[in-house]
């Protein structure tokens, strides 16, 4: 079903000439939207009301669900007609005359121009989008979702390489528990054990400043992040790869209230406090901060390789600043794991 604001017209509805029965001009337009969308809320929210109390019934538009298939198809028919290219794919997109506009931003700043310069110019019908005048047909009961190599054919490139990304997290999270295995059989026996009171190695004179580098890293991604997400603005996305497609998706938001970036700041910031707190303070704390940031380092990448594998598997996009952080995190937890693993089997032979 289409859930768009009052007033707007229903695509079954049979094409009228584009002046009103009293001779007054009619504006036209096709919004794409999904319903998991923030951007597609507050555009439809936020921003077509307005005009549309202020034009009545000059302006029309029509609202087309992605999610749905034949949705999904009047898409793909509006991307080969207009020709929009690969870093402009993605909703909210508006589409009236042969004007596309793109995102929660663009649409705003563009379409009340639009409508004074069709209305001026006697009207403007709804856009020829091939398919979009045929007669309604009823949906499916039963929506067949895409194959995982359909998902990944979307964004072949950005998404090749999240999964080279993903498989590496992988890799490095189990080469951290092969380690972490290695070093608790050490501090067991009977040599570790003697060495319990020693604690942790030391380690090099590069080590802290590759993690304040990483944290300082993954920080700024993250308040970029949390910057498009709160302000519903278009992110500023690489040659590969499609960033507005995944900050678009309904995972951007966790429970559909808090922001995932606005988490990466808050968990990034903890990051950096306990490592201060390892290098400048005193007592037991200090003492166990390694082990708080193998804990945190841990939960983060567990975290984002989650995120990181919606990316090509269900999503069907890659999101660079993602993957800057995903790298970041897990780059995190292979410098903190072994001082973090070290601390705790000086702790478990101190109590045995």
Same mark, same amino acid.
């Given at each position: 079903?289409?859930?768009?604001?009052?007033?707007?017209?229903?695509?079954?509805? #049979?094409?009228?000439?584009?002046?009103?029965?009293?001779?007054?001009?009619?504006?036209?337009?096709?919004?794409?939207?999904?319903?998991?969308?923030?951007?597609?809320?507050?555009?439809?929210?936020?921003?077509?009301?307005?005009?549309?109390?202020?034009?009545?019934?000059?302006?029309?538009?029509?609202?087309?669900?992605?999610?749905?298939?034949?949705?999904?198809?009047?898409?793909?028919?509006?991307?080969?007609?207009?020709?929009?290219?690969?870093?402009?794919?993605?909703?909210?997109?508006?589409?009236?005359?042969?004007?596309? !506009?793109?995102?929660?931003?663009?649409?705003?700043?563009?379409?009340?121009?639009?409508?004074?310069?069709? !209305?001026?110019?006697?009207?403007?019908?709804?856009?020829?989008?091939?398919?979009?005048?045929?007669?309604?047909?009823?949906?499916?009961?039963?929506?067949?979702?895409?194959?995982?190599?359909?998902?990944? *054919?979307?964004?072949?490139?950005?998404?090749?390489?999240?999964?080279?990304? @993903?498989?590496?997290? #992988?890799?490095?999270?189990?080469?951290?528990?092969?380690?972490?295995?290695?070093?608790?059989?050490?501090?067991?026996?009977?040599?570790?054990?003697?060495?319990?009171?020693?604690?942790?190695?030391?380690?090099?004179?590069?080590?802290?400043?590759?993690?304040?580098?990483?944290? @300082?890293?993954?920080?700024?991604? *993250?308040?970029?992040?949390?910057?498009?997400?709160?302000?519903?603005?278009?992110?500023?996305?690489?040659?590969?790869?499609?960033?507005?497609?995944?900050?678009?998706?309904?995972?951007?938001?966790?429970?559909?209230?808090?922001?995932? *970036?606005?988490?990466?700041?808050?968990?990034?910031?903890?990051?950096?406090?306990?490592?201060?707190?390892?290098?400048?303070?005193?007592?037991?704390?200090?003492?166990?901060?390694?082990? *708080?940031?193998?804990?945190?380092?841990?939960?983060?990448?567990?975290?984002?390789?989650?995120?990181?594998?919606?990316?090509?598997?269900?999503?069907?996009?890659?999101?660079?600043?993602?993957?800057?952080?995903?790298?970041?995190?897990? !780059?995190?937890?292979?410098?903190?794991?072994?001082?973090?693993?070290?601390? !705790?089997?000086?702790?478990?032979?101190?109590?045995?």
């Amino acid at each position: 079903m289409l859930l768009i604001c009052a007033g707007f017209a229903l695509l079954a509805l #049979v094409v009228v000439p584009v002046r009103a029965d009293d001779g007054e001009p009619l504006v036209r337009a096709i919004l794409f939207h999904s319903p998991n969308c923030p951007h597609c809320h507050h555009v439809i929210e936020e921003v077509l009301p307005p005009l549309m109390e202020q034009y009545g019934e000059q302006l029309q538009i029509g609202g087309v669900d992605t999610h749905t298939p034949e949705g999904s198809a009047l898409y793909k028919a509006a991307v080969e007609y207009f020709q929009i290219p690969p870093e402009r794919q993605g909703v909210p997109a508006l589409i009236i005359g042969d004007a596309v !506009l793109v995102g929660s931003r663009e649409i705003p700043e563009w379409l009340p121009g639009l409508i004074e310069v069709g !209305l001026a110019a006697g009207g403007v019908d709804w856009p020829a989008i091939p398919g979009l005048l045929a007669p309604a047909t009823p949906a499916p009961e039963t929506d067949v979702p895409s194959s995982i190599g359909e998902v990944i *054919a979307r964004d072949m490139p950005g998404n090749a390489i999240s999964i080279g990304v @993903l498989c590496g997290m #992988v890799l490095s999270v189990g080469y951290v528990a092969v380690d972490g295995v290695r070093v608790w059989r050490k501090q067991k026996s009977p040599r570790g054990r003697k060495s319990a009171g020693s604690g942790p190695t030391s380690t090099p004179a590069w080590w802290d400043w590759a993690v304040l580098a990483l944290c @300082l890293l993954g920080l700024g991604v *993250a308040g970029y992040l949390a910057y498009v997400e709160i302000t519903l603005t278009e992110a500023v996305c690489g040659p590969v790869g499609d960033c507005n497609t995944v900050q678009q998706s309904e995972y951007v938001l966790l429970f559909g209230l808090v922001p995932i *970036a606005v988490l990466g700041v808050a968990g990034y910031v903890i990051i950096l406090v306990v490592w201060a707190w390892g290098r400048l303070g005193h007592g037991r704390l200090a003492e166990l901060t390694p082990v *708080a940031l193998l804990g945190l380092t841990s939960f983060g990448t567990a975290f984002l390789i989650y995120l990181t594998s919606l990316e090509p598997f269900v999503i069907g996009a890659t999101c660079s600043w993602c993957l800057t952080s995903a790298v970041s995190m897990t !780059l995190l937890l292979l410098l903190v794991a072994r001082p973090g693993w070290e601390t !705790l089997g000086q702790m478990a032979s101190q109590r045995s």
